[in-house]
Nanobody, 122 residues
């Protein structure tokens, strides 16, 4: 059974940093697309970043425009873990952050974690 568990959320001052982790289990995830999403109060869930395998040992990262240059997604396949390094955090980054995986289909995220709260105070 596939499971995704996020950790690393918390309260941070604006301009600070946090690193979120997404630990995956239940299968090998080396070639599985893993993404991060977030949902702020009263808003819809939005895409933040994803990392996808493009062949050999190469991966490619995509980001939503609002986090480009501030967030970095990476993965450690030996640990079956994907990270989201968040720097220069802003109050508008406050949200519950979820990781998700495209396991059964390349076109949709079908497994989700439970989420971790990130709060950025000004």
């Amino acid at each position: 059974q596939v499971q995704l568990v996020e950790s690393g959320g918390g309260l941070v001052l604006a301009g600070g940093s946090l690193r979120l982790s997404c630990a995956a289990s239940g299968r090998t995830f080396n070639t599985v697309v893993i993404g991060w999403f977030r949902q702020a109060p009263g808003k819809e869930r939005e895409f933040v970043a994803q990392i996808r395998w493009i062949g050999g040992s190469a991966y490619y990262a995509d980001y939503t425009d609002s986090v480009k240059g501030r967030f970095t997604i990476s993965r450690d396949n030996a640990k079956n873990t994907v990270y989201l390094q968040m720097d220069s955090l802003k109050p508008e980054d406050t949200a519950v952050y979820y990781c998700a995986a495209k396991v059964s289909s390349p076109s949709k995220y079908d497994y989700w974690g439970q989420g971790t709260q990130v709060t950025v105070s000004s």
